[in-house]
């Protein structure tokens, strides 16, 4: 089973609701498409979850850096992104 492990000091924060919205949704997503996910910064391949709304302005993704599984948060204002980090690393328990 994964679990979330936030980073202590993100480019983006996220609150309490959000962040188990995260936690909530990344326990059920299918092992095959983790697996499947090709290097983020390369493909630009993601899992974008449904939670928070992205139409609200916070895109929340899984995606794969390096060989990890990551969350990226993005901010978006105005129809631009304003700025995308990596806020956690999703770990087997």
Not at 41 to 69: F, M, S
Request: charged letters at 30%; aromatic letters at 6%; one cysteine or more.
């Amino acid at each position: 089973m994964l679990r979330v492990r936030w980073f202590p000091d993100p480019g983006v924060r996220l609150g309490g609701e959000v962040r188990r919205a995260v936690e909530r949704q990344v326990r059920g997503l299918d092992p095959g498409r983790l697996r499947a996910l090709q290097e983020y910064e390369e493909a630009g391949d993601a899992i974008v979850l449904p939670e928070p709304d992205p139409y609200e302005g916070l895109v929340v993704k899984v995606v794969r850096h390096r060989g990890r599984l990551l969350v990226a948060a993005a901010l978006w204002e105005h129809g631009g992104l304003v700025e995308e980090c990596y806020v956690a690393e999703l770990v087997e328990e």
